[in-house]
């Protein structure tokens, strides 16, 4: 076995959003904190055991175990969807494996949560700063407002292209009287359906 099939890349592709990097740093540090943890955890048991005290090394060793299977699985489960674009999966997967590594360890599943947390920002809208069309300038004491420039317009199409309008047909409730569009197969006003 190799290290680097506990262990992923210290680093993921350059086109990754700015928010999955830093989530993916976070993860990684987790991930480095969780093995270091795991040796440590093993050199204990293996000492308990030898000096007699085996219910604490078995419970050390089990610990170790199941900590080097989350850094397994968080390589497989996380990282590489994470490289891969897969945002959604790789979020999944890791609000589990942090949850499974705040049990394990505490300070490296705090960590991973932190890493889910910081991923999260890449499920939210982006919004374009407004850019106001009037602005003020100060001049000593007073104020001037500058002029507005005019939005280009765009020449409106010639009459005999103009798009039709559509016409809708309607439907009149037989309960409650309200006009609906036919397409629909209940009043919107009452819940009486179309007949």
Excluded at 35 to 43: A, G, K, N, Y
Excluded at 163 to 182: A, D, F, I
Aim: charged fraction near 15%.
């Amino acid at each position: 076995m190799d290290l680097n099939d506990f262990l992923a890349k210290e680093n993921g592709p350059s086109w990754l959003p700015s928010s999955v990097t830093e989530a993916r740093k976070l993860i990684y540090i987790g991930q480095l904190l969780a093995l270091v943890f795991s040796l440590i955890s093993v050199f204990v048991g293996i000492i308990s055991i030898l000096t007699g005290n085996i219910y604490y090394g078995i419970v050390s060793l089990a610990m170790a175990g199941v900590g080097m299977i989350v850094l397994y699985m968080l390589n497989d489960n996380v990282f590489d969807h994470l490289d891969q674009g897969r945002f959604k999966q790789a979020s999944d997967s890791l609000l589990i494996w942090s949850i499974v590594g705040i049990f394990i360890w505490l300070i490296p599943g705090i960590i991973l949560l932190l890493g889910y947390l910081k991923l999260q920002a890449i499920f939210q809208p982006q919004y374009q700063q407004y850019q106001a069309q009037e602005y003020q300038v100060a001049q000593g004491t007073q104020a001037v407002q500058q002029p507005q420039q005019p939005a280009p317009q765009q020449p409106a199409p010639p009459a005999e292209h103009a798009p039709e309008e559509k016409k809708v047909e309607m439907t009149k409730c037989r309960k409650c009287g309200v006009n609906y569009p036919s397409f629909m197969h209940s009043c919107p006003s009452c819940n009486e359906p179309r007949h």
